[in-house]
């Protein structure tokens, strides 16, 4: 069974930095695409960023500059270094993965159970 167990959120300061992390766990022959959503209450989840097995990265543009999104491929993590934090990135922010488990099946996406971060002062 696979599972994402992310870590490192809190409450941070205007102009702050934190840093959030996810690892992947379990039966897992490869990962793809590896991304990091958030959710506002009573809001869509939105895309903050992704990378792809090779490396490829892309950023909502209310995050560029400002977030960094980077992956081991050896020990199935992915990490979200979050600098110059403002009020309106608070939100619950999940991993997410396109995990292969093995040859003969197809991808399928996998999810974490969310971290809260809280920008304010």
């Known amino acids: 069974q696979v599972q994402l167990v992310e870590s490192g959120g809190g409450l941070v300061q205007p102009g702050g930095s934190l840093r959030l992390s996810c690892a992947a766990s379990?039966?897992?022959?490869?990962?793809?695409?590896m991304t990091w959503y958030r959710q506002v209450p009573g809001e869509r989840r939105e895309l903050v960023a992704t990378i792809t097995s090779s490396g490829v990265t892309n950023y909502a543009d209310s995050v560029k500059g400002r977030f960094t999104i980077s992956r081991d491929n050896a020990k199935n993590t992915v990490d979200l270094q979050m600098n110059s934090l403002k009020p309106e990135d608070t939100a619950v922010y999940y991993c997410?993965?396109?995990?292969?488990?093995?040859?003969?099946?197809?991808?399928?996406?996998?999810w974490g159970q969310g971290t809260q971060v809280t920008v304010s002062s």
């Open positions: 379990g039966s897992i022959y490869s990962i793809n695409d």
């Open positions: 997410n993965a396109d995990i292969v488990l093995n040859i003969f099946s197809d991808s399928r996406d996998y």
